[in-house]
Nanobody
């Protein structure tokens, strides 16, 4: 079955960096658009970055120039490199695979605090 497993979250100081990973299985990863979302406490889940099957990327304005999404089809993994982190980036980060329906991972917590 489709499985998405996020990892790489943690506690980081403002200005720091983290790299999130989302390992996929159970489907043809190279054929799926992959998206990172985040959900802060008390707020709705919102999209952060998306990468197409051909590697075209788009970002929400709040993270442009700081975050980079990438994919490794040989490893069935999508990444989110997060630099210059701010306290407002604190959230649970989820990856989503679009396969007709949507499939989600369990999320990984990112906390930006001094």
């Amino acid at each position: 079955q489709v499985q998405l497993v996020e990892s790489g979250g943690g506690l980081v100081q403002p200005g720091g960096s983290l790299r999130l990973s989302c390992a996929a299985s159970g489907f043809i990863f190279s054929l799926s658009v992959m998206t990172w979302y985040r959900q802060a406490p008390g707020k709705e889940r919102t999209w952060v970055a998306r990468i197409s099957t051909g590697g075209v990327t788009v970002y929400t304005d709040a993270v442009k120039g700081r975050f980079t999404i990438s994919r490794d089809n040989a490893r069935n993994t999508v990444y989110l490199q997060m630099n210059s982190l701010k306290p407002e980036d604190t959230a649970v980060y989820y990856c989503k695979a679009a396969l007709g329906g949507n499939y989600w991972g369990q999320g990984t917590q990112v906390t930006v605090s001094s």
